[in-house]
């Protein structure tokens, strides 16, 4: 009975840190929330959570941005962004990483020493080559410098990881589909993709979040307001006005946020079991 009392308290002490711990790490997204309802004395006088009164005028008025272009817009222009660039992105990384994990060919080694090679390298030194290539393709001020990379799985990272996970799937797999006929493509298809679900999810939610949240490749690569994605939207609030009332940045802030937060809840069974497999051996 000691032991069973012991055991209860250690659970009950282990969720009571647990909800600490998440109500600390939610906090400035609480603030946020609650500060769209305040007024710029409110935000800057103190440190209390609670506003003086609720209302909606925030969103309303936040929602339509400047001069002709709505938030409408901007959220449109993210997900035509970004919805494309994620599929891209684990469709090319995904056949790379397989060619790299089952197929024996010469310089195998090189080019995926190279694959990591590139990991190390910062955007910074990165962005001016590709600046000048998306430039004579003619293709700036568009959303095709994102589409281009992520066709030819200018992701090493994302390759990187499904590269392990491909590895820890049994080759037993891909000689039992041969003996049945099926080729290379129908083997990946119909026997390694349902079982690279974890890994590819992953890799989708990572790129979704990194091109959703992405400010500095979209400012350099878009230079049309009518194009301009969530997060140049968000600064471009900040400089079309010449008294900034905050709470409207909070307030389009806190919609910017939401779909990120429903996605990440919606697919983290898959984030975390993904990533928690990845390199690990059959």
Known sequence: MRKRHGKTFKVVLSYIVLILLGVFMCYPLLWMFFASFKTNAEIFS????????????????????TADNTFTR???????????????????????????????????????????????????????????????????????????????????????????????????????????????????????????????????????????????NSLIYINSVKKFTISLALRLTLDSETVITWKNVMAMSCLAVLPVVILFFLCQKYFVEGIATTGLKG
């Open 46 to 65: 103190g440190i209390n959570l609670l506003p003086e009164s609720f209302g909606p005028e925030a969103f309303y008025d936040g929602w339509k941005g």
């Open 74 to 216: 901007f959220f449109t222009n993210t997900f035509v962004l970004v919805i494309p660039v994620t599929l891209f992105t684990v469709v090319s990384s995904t056949l790379v990483a397989y060619g790299f994990a089952r197929f024996e060919f010469r310089g195998k080694k090189i080019f995926f020493l190279i694959l990591l090679s590139t990991l190390m390298l910062p955007n910074a030194i990165l962005i001016i080559p590709r600046y000048t290539i998306f430039r004579d393709l003619g293709v700036l001020d568009s959303y095709y410098p994102f589409y281009l990379m992520s066709v030819f799985a200018c992701y090493p990272f994302f390759t990187y990881m499904l590269v392990q996970f491909t590895r820890g799937l049994p080759r037993e797999l891909d000689e039992s589909a041969c003996m049945d006929g099926c080729g290379t493509f129908r083997t990946l298809i119909s026997i390694l993709l349902p079982l690279l679900k974890p890994a590819m999810f992953s890799a989708g939610l990572f790129q979704f979040l990194w091109t959703y949240n992405d400010y500095f």
